[in-house]
């Protein structure tokens, strides 16, 4: 089964400074992987995607994502970071059932931004 | 814009009790998803259904049933809720398809069973 880890709950950065929020993975096959986002009391919402091509996915907000084969990671990233950001950070992979796809999570990764 | 709603933001049910979360979608999805959102254990699929009628098990599928008559509505069905089905529920739908796939999710529901 296709799984993905998030090895930090809670990462706490300064306004201004880059912001990394770290996932690996580990899958048969190719990865498609998702990176989502929930502000408080809100659903999920998609960031950005990798399925193939560039390793540098660019998504909403100013985030992008590195996709590393020989890591099997999949990080968030954004330059410069946003007490707006604050939020809980999923990562997910596609798994085909032969029915559906479905995506599998991380534990999550909270966000802190401080001024 | 797609829209997924579901039927309450909050909800207050007592042990034994039958209940049911609605979920629906505006943009003819075909697949719908249902998950639970705990506190260090993420998002976890309970159910999920391809097709009108159709349905699949998740990873947690026990104490729960599901039903779509209609391929906008999705329900999830708690028979006999149970203290630790306290979680917020989530409900999801998207595309069938490759580079398109993305899952779009509705704001939740936080079911407390007492």
């Known amino acids: 089964a296709q799984s993905v880890a998030q090895p930090e709950d809670q990462v706490n950065v300064a306004e201004g400074n880059p912001l990394t929020v770290k996932c690996t993975y580990s899958?048969?096959?190719?990865?498609?992987l998702f990176w989502y986002v929930q502000y408080p009391n809100r659903g999920l919402q998609f960031l950005l995607k990798y399925i193939t091509g560039d390793n540098l996915v660019k998504g909403s907000y100013g985030f992008e994502a590195e996709f590393n084969k020989s890591q099997t990671s999949f990080n968030l990233k954004k330059p410069s970071a946003l007490v707006s950001d604050s939020a809980l950070y999923f990562c997910?992979?596609?798994?085909?059932?032969?029915?559906?796809?479905?995506?599998?999570f991380g534990t999550g990764t909270r966000l802190q931004v401080t001024l | 814009d797609v829209k997924v709603t579901q039927s309450s933001r909050y909800l207050v049910k007592r042990t034994g009790e039958k209940v049911f979360l609605e979920c629906v979608q505006d943009?003819?999805?075909?697949?719908m998803f249902w998950y639970r959102q705990d506190p260090g254990l993420g998002l976890r699929l309970i159910y999920f259904s391809y097709d009108v009628k159709m349905k699949e098990k998740g990873d947690i599928p026990e104490g729960y049933s599901v039903s779509r008559e209609k391929k906008e509505r999705f329900s999830l069905i708690l028979e006999s809720a149970s203290t630790n089905q306290t979680s917020m529920y989530l409900c999801?739908?998207?595309?069938?398809?490759?580079?398109?796939?993305?899952?779009?999710f509705g704001p939740g529901t936080r079911l407390t069973v007492t």
């Open positions: 999801a739908s998207s595309l069938w398809g490759t580079s398109t796939y993305e899952q779009y």
């Open positions: 997910a992979v596609r798994e085909d059932t032969g029915t559906a796809s479905k995506l599998t």
């Open positions: 943009m003819d999805h075909e697949n």
């Open positions: 899958v048969s096959g190719n990865p498609y």
